[in-house]
């Protein structure tokens, strides 16, 4: 099983060595036609132990239901309560990794009835787009943030080919429950991919709640996997089918049809 750890978090020893010795067959190999995955929803606090000893868990319950790629949150390894925390415990990766992505846009925002987000104080936004192909598809990263630029997930698509699109999140309560599944929804309909989105759950803190509901997305737009509860920790498992990824877009062309950015570039719109 190949593990898929969320963005801008610290990885211990022990699970980057595990990811390591999957690392050959995860990046090297060509997709089958079918593949199980799998995707994480969790409360992650600033206690790093409980929050490792929930992953490892959790890696045990996906390798037992046959999962061959499990996707976890951003943030799966520590949120601090404290501005600064997670500078102070930051440790360097000590080994390869699959692909390096950071996301594109930073969350600095007032939202409404919450609190300010600022996460330009303690992340640099990243450069370019990653995508990494792998034995459940070609993957296209992504992260949070970055769900609300759609030209983000048609570069993703139309030039990189991407098949699936990873979405490792930490929404608000109050900005997921007015947008995450719709905008979720919107980028698999929009760009005929899958969606794997891993979401934290629930309080991390006094100050800080997440919205949770961790989605498995088909390339129609239809849910094909989600926890029983919204809050609750564990995970939900799917099978993709790339055939269907064909299917969809053989049906409904758009490839074929889009005129938009040539026009954009012309003025004939």
């Not at 404290?82 to 007032?110: H, N, T, W």
């Not at 900005?175 to 899958?194: D, P, S, V």
């Not at 029983?228 to 939900?236: C, E, F, K």
Request: charged share 20%.
């Amino acid at each position: 099983m190949s593990l898929c750890l969320g963005p801008r978090n610290l990885v211990r020893a022990p699970f980057l060595r595990y990811a390591s010795r999957h690392r050959a067959a995860f990046s090297c190999s060509m997709a089958t036609t079918t593949a199980r995955v799998g995707v994480v929803q969790m409360t992650s606090t600033n206690d790093l132990d409980a929050n490792y000893s929930t992953c490892s868990r959790l890696v045990k319950e996906a390798a037992a239901a046959g999962v061959k790629l499990l996707c976890f949150p951003e943030n799966f390894s520590f949120v601090s309560a404290k501005d600064g925390d997670s500078l102070k415990i930051a440790e360097p990766l000590d080994g390869p990794i699959m692909q390096r992505y950071c996301s594109l846009a930073r969350f600095d925002v007032d939202v409404p009835g919450n609190m300010v987000y600022k996460e330009s104080n303690f992340t640099a936004a990243g450069d370019k787009i990653a995508v990494e192909d792998s034995p459940v598809g070609r993957l296209g990263l992504t992260v949070c943030y970055d769900l609300r630029f759609p030209e983000l997930y048609q570069l993703l698509r139309f030039q990189h080919q991407a098949q699936v699109l990873l979405v490792p999140s930490a929404f608000t309560k109050v900005t997921g429950e007015a947008h995450w599944e719709i905008l979720l929804r919107a980028r698999a309909i929009e760009t005929q991919c899958y969606v794997i989105a891993a979401a934290q759950a629930g309080r991390h803190n006094e100050k800080r709640e997440s919205y949770g509901d961790s989605l498995i997305i088909d390339p129609w737009g239809t849910i094909i996997a989600r926890l029983p509860h919204r809050l609750s920790t564990g995970i939900a498992v799917a099978d993709i089918d790339l055939s269907r990824i064909d299917s969809v877009r053989t049906r409904m062309p758009i490839s074929e049809h889009r005129r938009f950015s040539s026009c954009w570039k012309s003025s004939c719109i």
